[in-house]
């Protein structure tokens, strides 16, 4: 695509200037819109109902010259999510005093604040109190947060209320380690994130990601499959455009983070609600749309054309609604006459996302949704330059992926609830593959697989006390699968199935987990986790802990250990292998058991004042129980999972090992007066043992990453605010399955040298990418230019290899050139 990047840049200039020329003449329009900013930890976003709101007590007189917003939200209780009346909210650092007590429903209001940062404490008697730092009030859209307290426990030390400052601490009470929360600000401003909640958590420390045309991410050196998606607490599909089935990333992602509240991520050793991971969680929340005003949004960018909406059901200000649709820009582009020289690899995709909240007397209900569909010619026999791993082939691939839900929380009391989720989710994968070398016409791979998934849970919390904490659920699967797949036998010229099969398999799980807080200083968790696939009768029983310990002020110690299990790739339940003897295909590898690891975690963590932390954390996983095969010795599912292709075997079984040991280092400042930086450091080893025994590299041991971003924001002008972010990346390499190339020709077919598997790593990765932002607040709208500046040194870094059997040849794709994305965003 060699000078296709300045075609893009000229393109997305005219766009951004006629949008940003038409929308400062706006009139008209009046509506407000909630965002969430890089606060504290007890901070996402919500509009819930109430009555008479709590006002300022120093409300200013009004004046339409002025450039002023309204900060409104709620203050809850960080356990049972229940308002608690009475508590105080401040602005910081405001003369006169600015502030407000909440009413009843836990509900408070601020208006006619100046646009810009702010601070704000929140506290209650009985809780620790928070700041919510660097919240941005802007103009076209009110600021809504919710803020989350956490109730003390009172010991013979008294009572000591001190501010919690943290921002990254997860929402999830029962986390103690390994695991941090994220904002919608993050995956904006950190440089190369591009609005991708992966892409924003390959800087956190254990998290790899060397690939720009992918978002899969290696924790702490597990296969990108070890990841676990769960949005709104349900467990759904991969939630990527172009992402297979199988694998847990893709090029682009459907989730919107324009909808998302604050959300947790996870390492490692989490909490006994978690299942079906050994790597890592991503556990997403979406915020509630604006309960009291209509607002729109429009942007457009990398991710393409988007428009959203939200605001009040008509004749009920109690409940809201929040919808966002997206479109491809390349394909909107392309369809109006523009060629990028790419031949047919034009990535056309579009998804939607949305969430109904309707709130109730003792609880609420929502609905959530997420869908996408994508598409991709990828043809070598037209000289695509896109190909991925694909040279010497044409291949047509479709994909589609959605999730309908239904979650109802119900408080029996004040200090119990039960949350019950009801879902459905569907998700599609195609692909035709020809291969150039055999006949162009004639299909080599014709692969279709598909799964519904009909999901119903519950989970009962119960807070006993100050001290004690109680979780416990059951969650129910059943999955619709078809899975068809056939290749040409070259030697006989007819179709081989390797799958083809239509059934039914459910897959049961049960969770208890428990806290108790010995005092303000000392917590501990203890929970117990209980999984079965029905489809042969496996199961598993995986007890965890985690503790968390403040040996002084601003200083903890935090442990953690669990077993975890995870089911192979469904489809692999299914494989079949043609017998010629009998002329039937055989299921073998439907009785597999769960892959399983043990995670052993300890950190240390330590602020550094109010505005810098510092934290150190040395793991050990034990791998066990994974999928090999006696055909291919030198083979495990550990190195499968992190591209477009996966390799599996019949007849395999759990006698496989790994291992996976290493130490993280974060160093970060939160954002405070315009900065900010983040630096981590990982140095790891991961492992494994195939059928042969022979301990060799995982295909994710890269060894190491060093991430460094930071920036800065500067207000000039009234109405006005200019960043400027930076980011640099140097990792090793993936670990390569060489080519035998001799044996590759006279085979005609891909032949690999399993003797070396894994044994040398691509070149190491190195990448500095930026980002400038400028903000510009209007009477009754907010705009937002971006530039994201990827790879700005222009280092030609490896993707991959394949062999094009057409030429004979080892053929090697590169990640992307220099490459400038612009955004443009409108709130009004």
């Not at 997860?170 to 103690?176: F, K, L, Q, R, Y």
């Not at 254990?206 to 290696?218: E, P």
């Not at 790879?791 to 030609?796: D, P, S, V, Y």
């Amino acid at each position: 695509m060699k000078g296709n990047w300045l075609k893009l840049l000229y393109i997305a200039v005219l766009l951004f200037w006629t949008a940003g020329l038409s929308a400062h003449h706006t009139a008209g329009l009046c509506a407000h819109h909630m965002e969430m900013s890089t606060g504290s930890p007890g901070i996402s976003l919500s509009s819930e109902p109430g009555g008479t709101l709590a006002r300022d007590t120093h409300p200013p007189e009004e004046n339409p010259s002025t450039s002023v917003q309204t900060f409104r939200g709620r203050v809850v209780d960080t356990y049972t999510g229940l308002p608690l009346p009475g508590a105080t909210v401040m602005v910081l650092d405001t003369d006169p005093f600015r502030g407000a007590a909440a009413d009843a429903d836990g509900e408070f209001r601020l208006e006619g604040l100046p646009l810009g940062r702010i601070d704000a404490g929140v506290s209650m008697v009985g809780y620790e109190p928070v700041v919510l730092r660097n919240l941005l009030l802007v103009s076209g859209r009110e600021l809504v947060v919710e803020a989350r307290l956490e109730e003390l426990v009172y010991t013979m030390e008294g009572l000591v209320v001190r501010p919690d400052l943290r921002k990254d601490r997860p929402g999830n009470e029962m986390a103690m380690v390994s695991a941090r929360s994220f904002t919608i600000d993050e995956t904006e401003r950190y440089a190369g994130s591009l609005g991708d909640p992966s892409r924003m958590a390959a800087n956190f420390a254990g998290v790899t990601s060397v690939t720009d045309q992918r978002n899969d991410i290696v924790i702490r050196g597990n296969s990108p499959q070890g990841l676990l998606w769960r949005l709104e607490g349900l467990e759904i599909p991969n939630p990527n455009h172009f992402g297979s089935m199988g694998s847990t990333g893709g090029p682009v992602s459907m989730i919107n983070n324009n909808h998302l509240a604050n959300s947790d991520f996870y390492t490692g050793a989490f909490p006994a609600e978690f299942g079906n991971a050994l790597a890592g969680v991503f556990d997403l929340k979406l915020r509630n749309g604006n309960n009291q005003m209509r607002e729109w949004m429009g942007q457009v960018g990398f991710n393409g054309f988007e428009l959203g909406a939200e605001g009040p059901f008509t004749g009920n200000r109690r409940s809201s609604y929040l919808v966002n649709a997206r479109y491809s820009t390349l394909e909107v582009l392309h369809a109006a006459g523009m060629s990028f020289g790419t031949g047919a690899a034009i990535p056309e995709y579009r998804d939607v996302s949305m969430k109904l909240n309707f709130p109730l007397q003792r609880g609420r209900v929502s609905v959530f949704g997420l869908g996408g569909d994508n598409r991709i010619a990828m043809l070598d026999s037209q000289e695509d330059d896109a190909q991925y791993g694909f040279s010497g082939t044409d291949l047509y691939y479709s994909n589609r992926m959605g999730v309908l839900g239904v979650n109802h929380i119900h408080y029996f009391s004040n200090d119990v609830r039960i949350t019950n989720i009801l879902a459905v989710s569907d998700i599609r994968g195609a692909a035709e593959i020809y291969d150039l070398s055999y006949s162009p016409d004639q299909l080599k791979i014709d692969e279709t697989l598909q799964e519904i998934k009909y999901t119903a849970s519950t989970r009962y919390s119960r807070r006993f006390n100050t001290r004690n904490f109680l979780n416990a659920g059951a969650v129910y699967d059943v999955y619709d699968v078809h899975y068809v797949g056939k290749e040409i036998d070259t030697l006989r010229n007819e179709y081989r199935y390797y799958l083809n099969n239509t059934g039914t398999m459910s897959h049961g799980k049960l969770f208890a987990e428990w806290q108790h807080r010995f005092s303000d200083r000392l917590s501990m968790s203890a929970g117990l986790h209980a999984t079965r696939l029905f489809l042969n009768g496996t199961q598993s029983l995986e007890p965890r802990f985690g503790m968390t310990w403040e040996v002084a002020r601003g200083q903890s110690i935090n442990l953690g250990a669990g077993l975890h299990s995870q089911t192979q790739m469904r489809a692999i339940y299914f494989s079949e292998r043609y017998d010629s003897l009998s002329q039937t295909y055989e299921r073998t590898n439907k009785n597999l058991d769960f892959s399983r690891s043990m995670h052993f975690v300890a950190g240390y963590d330590r602020l550094l004042g109010e505005e810098h932390r510092l934290k150190f954390e040395v793991y050990y996983q034990k791998l066990y129980r994974i999928p090999v095969a006696w055909r291919r010795p030198e083979y495990s599912m550990l190195s499968q999972g992190g591209g477009f292709s996966y390799i599996a075997y019949d007849n395999m079984e759990n006698t496989g090992t790994g291992a996976n040991r290493g130490v993280e280092l974060t160093l970060e400042k939160f954002l405070r007066k315009g900065f900010y930086y983040l630096v981590t450091a990982s140095v790891f080893d991961a492992g494994y043992r195939g059928y042969d025994g022979v301990w060799r590299n995982s295909g994710f041991n890269n060894n190491f990453v060093f991430n460094a971003l930071g920036g800065y924001e500067w207000r000039t002008g009234p109405r006005t605010l200019l960043s400027v972010d930076l980011k640099v990346v140097y990792a090793g390499g993936y670990r390569k399955l060489p080519f035998d190339e001799e044996q590759s020709i006279a085979d005609n077919t891909t032949r690999y040298r399993w003797d070396a598997a894994f044994e040398e790593r691509y070149p190491d990765y190195f990448r500095l990418n930026g980002r400038v932002t400028w903000r510009l607040n209007r009477r009754q709208a907010s705009h937002e230019w971006a530039l994201d500046l990827q790879n700005i040194t222009n280092r030609r870094n490896i993707f991959t290899e394949n062999w094009n059997n057409a030429r004979k040849e080892v053929v090697t794709s590169y990640q992307m050139d220099f490459m400038p994305m612009m955004t443009y965003r409108i709130h009004f």
